[in-house]
């Protein structure tokens, strides 16, 4: 036979492949003929071995021996010109003695469901055939335990585990202790996330245990039922009969990759959505399993080798977990292949037709050598001329719509409270969070304990304290029990005691506080409560998830556009907005991190903005545990906002005596409350004029509140009355009647400090209880927002130099994170690649995108827009973009829910890379979610990444998709900065030219709907196109989340979810240089105060006879800010290397040992 092809062992002629029974695909012959065939070549081995035919016989259960990928290779295999393939009937393998078992010189056999492994093995001792897959091994393979035995003798990862064996014969192993968030397995602990596996690897009932900060409850893995593959459980304990293995749940970001090797030296892997995320299994058009081909590191491929040859089975499949920058095993599936690649079938074929070849060709006196094929060189398209690839997208984001918060501090000295404090480690940091269940039970016993006394002995110390005991117990015991763990109950997520250790006890009375001082230490508890997210705060999370996408390459166009032409569909993705940021993800180009502060609003927004991001389904908490990082990041994103800097402090008594003078502003008062001159804080004041009078009227409108909802309490007909989000009228009532008490206090003034909350109070009312129709509440919201205006952002600094200290205070280490990701985003290229074979239309499949988010509470953004505001960024008078933008923040009155700060980092790789002009940094902003009444006043900026007049003739009709679809993939234009004629005063009613992806009102359980459509112009009508002076830019991409209705939960009925103001260009011309000198000067000079304030507050502890502050400990650990000097023979935004000061010790916090120190964070 003729060897020119280059593939010299295979026959064109048609494939040997013999099927015993059912319909073979090549020809049928009944299980005599079978044996007949087989047996003959034992019985004539005296003739000719040069006619000799090798004989590969599949013994397996029929289902699997005529399944795709079996037939697909079996049928390659078989174009093989000395090889035959031999099916075993599943009848003779069940019910006939191996003796009449068809003769093969090689056997590929593996156990399923059914399958007799015995006569398996008894066959291969009878006939000694060539093993493809090893028998014996195939035994341990069944047992989980024997799995990870051989997994952990072999010197391969593998989560944390131990194994629970409830076996009479062996009591030792059956040591279970389980605690409300862990569990204790023959001494081995562990916390909630863990894995609980059957030990049965037959058994693919598989849990999830999750945390009651999550919200409880399991995520329950089975094998794949049509489009499920989990469902949620609200169910925490685990199992109680049968053996079990835990092991420690690893964080993959939610995907999972399946690796397929054929031999040692060949595997496969695809990644594809955890099962463990939401539980749908996607599909694409013909029904599959969507999963897309990815590239293995060096160290994964060395694992791949190891696991093939430790349990000696070729063809072989096992599950790797990617997490925190490792690669672990957790499974081990034995003979399994790929589905729906036809580039595996090649291969598989290729590989086994080889290694039979090399077996048996030189015993059977086959002319045979193995050919040799020149590797295939990916071709990848690069960049040209001033096109741009998106790198890194880093978003500061606040959480969603909440209920209201509400809060009440008390000084305590009873010992029980001092002993608390003591138990869980207080006198470490001198604070002390306490939000389990377990912890608030304890407290809410000795409130109960001191009132019980205070009735028997009558104690005028704890008299004076009655009140806010008997609010501390209510509060405790509020909506349900604390043994329910339900979210939204009292599972600690929505709810907290914070104490805090004061030496020589409060300083002077507070707003809430009598005029009363005893000396000696005391303790501050603060009990919080409410400000829990909303049904609304869920929805506007997920819309602006589901908008996010369209900000990645491709975002608007189908799958077609983007040059998806690989042989995975993009199923449920295709031909909607964003599919190109579900691709980059599946297939781990798509580098995302995601962060959230430790309250419960504010990781459960980030869960359900991950889910509208990444197109997910199902309950919140899985999502949130194995996507939303929010443990031991050492005040990256939280605040203690009752242990305030001097300098705010400073600040917040100014306001108060501002706000406290019963007397029109004069100038005076103007240049004191804005000396920087902003719009929305000198408007606001025009609108309260008196302070005082104001005040007056806000408290009078409340008291008028509190009347009305006393009366509708007495109407019977309010008796069943909900109010949104399963509120009662009693619990409004309560509500309002502690601010009407608390902002007036006893001496007549004034309590400024509870503004924010009267505003919030308002704000809720009037979007989600209109239906009430309570009198003269627009009103009161007018009045409160007005002064809202003034207390919120000037509580961060009244002066410039006041805002960059505080602001320094609460985000210092987030400002080093952002320059740590902005520095490593060129510098690890060697992660998530994608295989070259899927890469077309790709611009650089070697490189990924990486996306940071951080979700945080409003003092973070406050603080982080002041340090963009105030740090010296740009110079205003030399920079026209820049004053424009500064020019529309002062305008922006309020940063409200889903508050966005977004930092865009591209690459130009037709520049050098050691040149300031390589990469470029965009800078973005949105106020959030639109308040009542905004429409008319909103300041508007100009647009997101604003086009030219160029492109305004270019564009088509809008709904037309035509000009979105000219977009290249991956790319955009960066060159020159904006210069736009200034428009005075940025106020418009309507944005023109923008896109919008809006959510339309459907009902149907797919969600919400989205149609993209460019407009004619975004520019405002008065700026002449002569005063622009763009370069050509791609079509606007705007989004913009409009009013939508929201499903109901429970009993309560549809609210309307406030849209999201679109995002506006500050900058889109800056370098990484100036940004990256810009946050090294800032963090230098934070952390420079930041240890005088260590420094001061250490001396305050060592003078106490309590232990000092333990600045190891978890609570206010100090690290240590980023090692920002650089080797002067290359700029500091290019580096060869990945950074050797970044390890996984976790984020820095507000205080700093030493201001040289290295920062050290896990990635």
Known sequence: MSQSSGQGMYNSGLPRFLVGNEGGESRQLDDKDMRNISGSYGEDEEEDQSERQIVVGICSMMKKSKSKPMTEIMERLCKFEYITVVIFPEEVILHEPVEKWPLCDCLISFHSKGFPLDKAVGYAKLRNPVLINDLNMQYYIQDRREVYRILQEEGIDLPRYAVLNRDPDRPEECNLVEGEDHVEVNGEVFHKPFVEKPVSAEDHNVYIYYPTSAGGGSQRLFRKIGSRSSVYSPESTVRKTGSYIYEEFMPTDGTDVKVYTVGPDYAHAEARKSPALDGKVERDSEGKEIRYPVMLTAMEKLVARKVCLAFKQTVCGFDLLRANGHSFVCDVNGFSFVKNSMKYYDDCAKVLGNMVMRELAPQFHIPWSIPMEAEDIPIVPTTSGTMMELRCV??????????????????????????LFEKYGGYKTGKLKLKKPKQLQEVLDIARQLLAELVLHNDCEIEEKKSKLEQLKTVLEMESSLNDNQYGHFSGINRKVQLTYLPNGQPKASSEEEDYQKEGPSLLLVLKWGGELTPAGRVQAEELGRAFRCMYPGGQDSCRSLGCESPIDCGDYAGFPGCGLLRLHSTYRHDLKIYASDEGRVQMTAAAFAKGLLALEGELTPILVQMVKSANMNGLLDSDSDSLIDCQQRVKARLHEIMQKNKDFSEEDYNKLAPTGSPSLVNSMRVIVNPVRTCDQVHTLIKSLTCQICRRLEDPKSADLQLYHSETLELMLQRWSKLERDFRMKNGRYDISKIPDIYDCVKYDTQHNSSLSLEDTLELFRLSRALADIIIPQEYGITKAEKLDIASAYCLPLVK??????????????????????????????????????????????????????????????????????????????????????????????????????????????????????????????????????????????????????????????????????????????????????????????????????????????????????????PVKRFSVSYARHPTNGFEGCSLVPSIYPLETLHNSLSLKQVDEFLTALCKNGSESQFKRLKSLSAMFESHSQPSIDVDSQETPVSTPIQLNQPASKPVWYTGSPSSTVSSAGPSSPSVAEPSSNFGFNE
């Open 394 to 419: 880093i978003a500061v984001i606040r959480h969603g719509d909440r209920t209201p918060k509400q809060k009440m501090k008390m000084e305590v000295r009873n010992a029980l409270f001092f002993d």
């Open 817 to 1034: 994170k952002i320059q740590l990701d902005l520095q490593r985003t060129h510098e690890d290229e060697a992660v998530n690649k994608l295989h070259p074979l899927y890469s077309r239309g790709v611009m650089s499949p070697g490189r990924h995108v990486r996306t940071r988010l951080y979700f945080t509470s409003e003092s973070h953004v406050h603080s982080l827009l002041s340090i963009f505001r105030y740090g010296g960024l740009l110079d205003e008078q030399k920079d026209e973009q820049w004053k424009q933008a500064m020019d529309y923040l002062s305008a922006v009155t309020e940063l409200n829910y889903m508050t966005q700060i977004v930092i865009m980092l591209y690459e130009d790789n037709n520049k050098d890379p050691s040149s300031e002009e390589r990469f470029h940094v965009e800078l973005h902003f949105s106020p959030g979610v639109k308040g009542c009444k905004d429409e008319d006043n909103a300041p508007m900026g100009f647009g997101f990444r604003p086009a030219s007049s160029e492109n305004h003739e270019k564009q088509t009709n809008p709904g037309s998709l035509e000009d979105l679809s000219q977009d290249e993939p991956d790319r955009a234009v960066l060159t020159e900065p904006i210069n736009i004629q200034r428009k005075s005063p940025l106020i418009r009613n309507r944005k023109a030219g923008s896109m919008e992806a809006l959510s339309e009102s459907n009902t149907s359980s797919r969600g919400l709907a989205y149609r993209i459509f460019p407009s004619s112009s975004r520019q405002s009508p008065e700026i002449k196109p002569s005063g622009l002076e763009l370069l050509s830019m791609p």
